[in-house]
C-alpha cells in the first residue's frame, strides 16, 4: 500500500505569523486528515490538525491521498483556504481536489483586525512531503562535525597550540548572514540543523519564537523542543561516528 509522509510546520513569513507545533502524518488511501479550529471541549484525534484561531472554521478543509498523491479541499470554509496564494473557491462552498507538493505554502482564512491579536490570525503552513529524516547519516555527521568545530573554536584539543605552518590549513567558517568569519570569544547561534551564526546577526530572525527558520537551509525548527539529553547519551553518539 502507498503511503505518503506529511510534515506541517509554520510558515514565518511575517512578525505576526501564528506559530503552532510541527504536526506529522503519515496517509494511506483509508486516511483523510480533517482541517479545523480547535474546540476545547473536543478531543483531537491523529486524523485531524486544528489551530486556535478564529478565522479558521471548525471544519475547514481536508487533505487526503488518492493513487498515491496528495490532495487539499476546502469544505465550505466561511473565510477560504489558498493554495500558493492562490483561493480554491469561494465562501460556504467545495471546492476541487488540488493536489499538494513538497514546500506548497497553504493558508486557511485571512487576518482580522490586522492580526494584532494572536487568536484573529490566519493560518500559514509550509507542507513538507516525503523528506528523508533529519536522523539520516548525512546530517549526523554534520552535526558531529559541527559539534568538534565549537569545541575547538572554544578551546583547542590537549589546550596546544597552533603551529604557525598549519595555519593555514585551518578551515574557518563565515556567518552566511554578515559574511564575517566566526571567531573565538563571540557569542554564536547554533541552530537545530547545525548551521552556526553570530548571534549578532541573527538575533532580528527570532521575532516568532519559539518558530525558527534557519536563512541558509531555511529548515523549520521548535527552539522550545526538549535538550533533555544526558552526558552519557553524548558520548555514545560520538563513539559511534
Known amino acids: 500500500m502507498t503511503t505518503q509522509k506529511l510534515r506541517i510546520v509554520p510558515h514565518l513569513n511575517s512578525s505576526q505569523a501564528l506559530v503552532f507545533p510541527i504536526m506529522e502524518y503519515t496517509?494511506?488511501?483509508?486516511?483523510t486528515?480533517?482541517?479545523?479550529r480547535s474546540v476545547a471541549e473536543k478531543r483531537v484525534t491523529k486524523s485531524q490538525m486544528t489551530f486556535r484561531s478564529k478565522v479558521v472554521s471548525r471544519k475547514h478543509a481536508e487533505i487526503f491521498l488518492e493513487a498515491g498523491k496528495v490532495y487539499l479541499r476546502d469544505v465550505k470554509s466561511s473565510s477560504g483556504t489558498f493554495l500558493n496564494s492562490r483561493r480554491l473557491c469561494g465562501p460556504g462552498q467545495v471546492s476541487q481536489a488540488h493536489e499538494i507538493q513538497d514546500n506548497d505554502i497553504i493558508q486557511l482564512g485571512v487576518d482580522y483586525q490586522g492580526g494584532t491579536q494572536e487568536i484573529y490570525r490566519c493560518v500559514r503552513m509550509r507542507l513538507e512531503l516525503n523528506r528523508e529524516s533529519p536522523d539520516n547519516v548525512a546530517s549526523r555527521k554534520f552535526n558531529l562535525k559541527t559539534y568538534h568545530s565549537l569545541r575547538n573554536l572554544t578551546t583547542p584539543p590537549n589546550h596546544q597550540m597552533i603551529l604557525d605552518e598549519e595555519i593555514d590549513e585551518i578551515h574557518v567558517d563565515e556567518c552566511c548572514i554578515c559574511l564575517f568569519a566566526i571567531a573565538p570569544f563571540q557569542a554564536l547561534f547554533v541552530a537545530p540543523c547545525s548551521h552556526t551564526f553570530h548571534y549578532k546577526c541573527l538575533r532580528p530572525l527570532l521575532a516568532n519564537h519559539p518558530?525558527?527558520?534557519c536563512p541558509l537551509c531555511r529548515a523549520y525548527a521548535d527552539l522550545d523542543a526538549s535538550v533533555s539529553v544526558e552526558v552519557e547519551e553524548v558520548k555514545l553518539m560520538l563513539q559511534r561516528h
Not at 486528515?33 to 479545523?36: A, D, E
Open 33 to 36: 486528515v480533517t482541517i479545523g
Open 27 to 31: 496517509l494511506d488511501e483509508a486516511d
Open 211 to 213: 518558530g525558527f527558520n
